[in-house]
């Protein structure tokens, strides 16, 4: 990795492209490449990509310093097919990707643009600019832009084709890219064309040896979902806090609340669990069997590391100079990718179903359970159906209406492991085309006039989802069959071992759903470019100015087939409602370069910049807003001699809300929550040690909808993840930003070869569209103490939490329980800071050539504060549900390559520093520290409170063979770093998966690449 000061990037554009005189600077309009900038650019070779031998575009961005992971290739809980990024920890929508200096067109409502389609074979540098982007490229680039830079005017043809594979044999990668182009009318015009094609496989969390059991980061046991199988039964009416649950012999009841003085069930041995209260029958009622973590399903084996990724892509480019005057430009770009993402079977996920006491799968001592749950709680003992009743309504024959039927309505939850994991296949087929014409007015002054228009259309298919509704349909059965048959209903077993569920069954809950996303983009653009010959007296440089006008129109549309607008796939997470909005943007800009003083005693350059962006926002909406917003700059830049250069730049911005922002309907899906106030038992059924709420705390847990008789018996958020209703808001505002850069390129005479960099940043976001974190919604109500205070119950902030009606919990079907409320607002802060640094070097010693490259970050803060009574959490060198992706204290790449004719050997060492979690140090809040139980990582001593310093490194070695034939070999995590096992609950599933951070750290392990170009 090449990084340095943006005259280094400069001077390498204008090297590249003066045949032309098409020059690409990153952070400025004005093209001119003998104009230093103030505004610091790192940048990432083609040389750099090749000794990596990555894939795509998402994979070259991953390691540099200051960006912190976002979705990619190893997010598979959360990837929604797309791949993003996120610079400084600031979300993944306050960045804008470019394409040489132009804006693609987004994948989804958020305004993202996916790194999938980046033409990776014709890339010549990546620039990354933090800060002062806004004016250059628009408001919304508020943490700064991800320029890609292709090779111009290419001619011959080249052939690049790589393969790679992990230690272990599996996340096979492929990449084949065929590049032609020809220059013709001597040299006044130039056609590129490349076609590749690219393809990952899978790997499966069940083939590392970390990751193949899923632990508890608070209990440290081996578990995972309390959605298992067998089924377990709970709230059976009337009564709620009542668990059955099947075991492989049969029916399991758990009388809660705890108490070891329960009576005993008739029909039932003395079986009570002074534990929890738990009792265990067989079909027969003659055994019993405890109780254990085990009971949960382990759905980490189903999951994946890597997604399966398939991509084939046409980059088409050309240009024709008609004369000195005028030259058409255009190119073309064509991407169809496909990637899935696997889960955990689907099944029953805390489902309100009603089972007739002669469902034809019921066995004696099952139905016997049922009937003797008793509706008093532990209050005396009152059977829920007599004996009498309970046999008479054991006639198979029965259906609602008749005399002796009986029926009881339960909540149950049953993996359906018979059936397969979740599989969802997202298809995009993107293209977006530009053409425009470019020239001079003068010797001095350009114009470019250019318009593009995108469309990305994304088709999402999700199999292997039960119907919540058919589930219902198919428990009320009775020897006969189905009650309602109209659609070819088959009964459920819910009642036996694995293997009860049969094709037949699954045939009938299974059905596919679709959801489809278009966005486009149509945009024009003019500018004027270049100098009219004067300037300051004392520059010899003349002042450099570019003004122009920019048009986009954006449109977005989310269209859902009924299933999926239904919320009625079991453990989909909710919803995907219909979504249409767009929006068109009118700006004006201007920007000036001024040359004050050049060539004197310590004063060898002092110039000064500034720009200026208004930008007219009108939103398709019934009430049509409007935002109207200014963005600004001033910077400048002073070199006293030796080698120095001081530079400096301030920024104000305002960020209009996107279409997700604005349009997003109120939807109840699912969020990460490992923990909940109102809970007594964990995810299992297993006590969490906790007294029963009383007080204050048992009023909040009634107000938001808890029965009474849960009261003792409320489970924390199913493996983690609990229901949240989230919202867009029509009313929100632009958020505004501010941002500056101060620091010093050092280029001395003494050492020819070496240049250093050091720049400070400071961005801050009010106003800022956000909404709380799960965390925030919790505190709010509940506070951080664990006594509420007095009347909290009432407040918006408890009663807007809703829970089961049946269980009490924050987790269960969608369209039941809204669990947290997360809307949109205008009320949040973002605030970071920190200082990036470089340093290059190059020298001979004798035949051998030495170079070194380092980039490097120490990020000082990362505050998100989502209204102003929420907490402040700074997540620099934190992890945990409420800082997401890992932004550590320091992070570095350094590069040693070294050359001897036409060898090169190269390595990589890459750090990031030690991390904590985020409620560490409270006794109240601290993860697990123990030993492990469980799994086969059973009796292992860990700490999930802290991940160490985190040091691994890559080896290359590169023959240029001959003009035509350069072979690449390289070896990724050379000494197989394993990551630091944490559990599978301290986090987002997005980003905390498999017990560890599989977009920070490596969890494929050791990796062999082999590449081959072929050029000729």
Not at 87 to 104: E, K
Not at 474 to 489: E, I, K, Q, R, V
Not at 987 to 996: A, D, K, R
Request: net charge negative; aromatic share 10%; charged share 15%.
């Amino acid at each position: 990795m090449l990084a340095g000061p943006a005259a280094f990037a400069q001077s390498t554009a204008a090297a590249e492209t003066a045949d032309t005189e098409t020059i690409v600077v990153t952070g400025s309009l004005i093209k001119n490449p003998n104009l230093d900038r103030a505004t610091p650019v790192t940048v990432t070779s083609a040389d750099e990509i090749n000794l990596k031998q990555v894939t795509n575009a998402e994979q070259v961005l991953r390691d540099i310093p200051g960006i912190v992971p976002s979705i990619g290739s190893a997010v598979n809980n959360g990837n929604g097919g797309a791949s993003f990024v996120n610079l400084r920890g600031l979300g993944s929508n306050r960045n804008i990707v470019l394409l040489d200096g132009q804006r693609l067109v987004p994948a989804e409502l958020n305004g993202r643009f996916d790194l999938n389609n980046i033409p990776l074979a014709l890339i010549e540098r990546v620039d990354v600019l933090t800060g002062g982007a806004s004016t250059t490229y628009g408001a919304d680039a508020v943490s700064g832009v991800v320029n890609f830079i292709t090779r111009r005017d290419f001619t011959g043809v080249e052939l690049n084709a790589n393969y790679g594979l992990t230690q272990k044999g599996d996340g096979q990668t492929l990449n084949l890219d065929l590049t032609t182009g020809a220059s013709f009318d001597d040299g006044r015009g130039n056609v590129t064309l490349s076609v590749g094609y690219q393809e990952s496989d899978q790997v499966l969390q069940a083939d590392r040896d970390f990751s193949r059991y899923s632990y508890d980061s608070f209990f440290g046991s081996a578990g995972g979902s309390g959605t298992s199988n067998p089924s377990r039964w709970s709230n059976i009416n009337p009564t709620a806090g009542n668990l059955i649950q099947n075991p492989l012999e049969g029916a399991q009841i758990c009388n809660v609340p705890s108490d070891p003085n329960l009576p005993v069930i008739p029909g039932a041995p003395n079986c009570v669990n002074p534990q929890g209260g738990q009792r265990q029958i067989t079909a027969d009622g003659t055994a019993f069997r405890p109780g254990t973590a085990y009971d949960a399903f382990n759905f980490n084996p189903y999951n994946v590391f890597q997604t399966p990724f398939k991509r084939f892509n046409i980059y088409a480019a050309g240009r024709y100079e008609v004369n000195e005057n005028l030259e058409f430009y255009t190119r073309a770009i064509f991407s169809k990718n496909k990637v899935q993402t696997i889960i955990a079977p689907s099944g029953a996920f805390g489902l309100s179903v009603v089972v007739p006491l002669n469902n034809p799968f019921l066995t004696t001592a099952q139905r016997n359970a049922f009937c003797n749950v008793d509706i008093n709680s532990g209050v005396g003992y009152t059977p829920r159906f007599t004996a009498a009743e309970c046999a008479a309504a054991a006639n198979p024959n029965l259906k609602p209406g008749d005399a002796d039927y009986r029926s009881v309505s339960a909540v149950v939850s049953r993996r359906n492991v018979e059936g397969g994991p979740r599989i969802s296949t997202y298809d995009t087929t993107f293209f977006d085309y530009q053409a425009g014409l470019r020239g001079a007015i003068t010797s001095t002054i350009d114009y470019d006039v250019s318009g593009s228009y995108g469309e990305s259309d994304n088709v999402s298919t999700a199999d292997g989802y039960w119907l919540n509704s058919r589930v219902r349909q198919s428990m009320l059965a009775n020897a006969a069959g189905c009650f309602d048959t109209s659609n070819g209903c088959v009964p459920l077993n819910l009642f036996g071992a694995t293997g009860s569920i049969t094709p037949a069954m699954n045939d009938f809950l299974n059905e596919a759903s679709t959801t489809s996303n278009r966005f486009t983009l149509a945009q024009a653009k003019g500018s004027i470019s270049g100098d009219f010959g004067v300037g300051s007296p004392l520059a010899s440089d003349a002042l450099a100015f570019a003004v122009g006008a920019e048009w986009r129109s954006y449109s977005a549309t989310q269209k859902s087939d009924l299933l999926s607008q239904s919320g009625d796939l079991g453990g989909a997470g909710g919803a995907a409602p219909n979504i249409s909005g767009g929006f068109n943007v009118y700006e004006l800009f201007g920007e000036v370069i001024a040359p004050l003083v050049q060539d004197k005693p310590f004063m060898e350059d002092l110039t000064f910049e500034g720009g200026v962006r208004y930008s007219s926002y009108t939103v398709d909406a019934p009430t049509n807003p409007t935002f109207d917003t200014w963005t600004w700059k001033v910077g400048g830049s002073w070199s006293p001699g030796f080698g120095l250069k001081v530079r400096g730049n301030y920024a104000k911005a305002m960020r209009a809300p996107n279409i997700a922002e604005l349009f997003s309907p109120v939807n109840t899906g699912l969020t990460n929550l490992s923990d909940d106030p109102c809970a007594s038992l964990k995810d299992n059924g297993d006590s969490l040690g906790r007294p029963t709420p009383t007080g204050e705390l048992l009023a909040i847990c009634l107000a938001q909808g808890a029965p009474t008789t849960s009261i003792g018996a409320i489970s924390v958020p199913t493996a983690g993840q609990a229901n949240a209703t989230f919202a867009g808001n029509a009313a929100l505002k632009p958020e505004k930003s501010t941002s500056w850069t101060l620091g010093a390129v050092f280029v001395p005479q003494f050492a020819p070869g070496l240049s250093l960099t050091v720049d400070y940043y400071n961005i801050v976001v009010t106003d800022a569209i956000t909404f709380p974190t799960p965390n925030d919604a919790i505190e709010a109500c509940f506070g951080t103490g664990s006594t509420p205070a007095a009347g909290a119950h009432l407040t918006e902030a408890c009663t807007s939490i809703r829970r089961s009606d049946a269980t009490g919990s924050l987790s269960g079907d969608s369209a039941e329980v809204g669990g947290l409320f997360l809307p949109y607002s205008n009320l949040g802060r973002l605030e970071t800071d920190g200082v990036d640094f470089t340093l290059n070097y190059g020298t001979d010693f004798g035949a051998v050539g030495w170079k070194i490259a380092l980039t490097g970050n120490w990020t000082g803060k990362s505050v998100f504060q989502a209204t102003p009574t929420s907490s402040s959490i700074d997540c620099v060198g934190k992890f945990g549900t409420s800082c997401g992706s890992i932004q550590p204290d320091w992070s570095w790449s350094v590069r040693n390559t070294f050359t001897i004719s036409d060898f090169d050997i190269s390595f990589l060492w890459r750090h990031l520093s030690s991390v904590t979690y985020e409620g560490a140090g409270d006794v109240n809040t601290e993860a697990y520290s123990g030993t492990l139980t469980g799994g086969n990582l059973a009796g292992q001593e860990v700490d999930f409170n802290h991940i160490p310093a985190y040091n691994i490194f890559d080896l290359s070695a590169r023959f240029q063979a001959s003009e035509t034939f350069t072979f690449t070999f390289a070896i990724s995590n050379l000494f197989d770093k394993q990551p630091k096992v944490v559990g599978n609950s301290i986090g987002s599933t997005s980003f905390n998966s498999g017990n560890v951070y599989p977009s920070t750290y490596d969890a494929l392990g050791r990796r062999f690449n082999v590449g081959a170009r072929i050029r000729f």
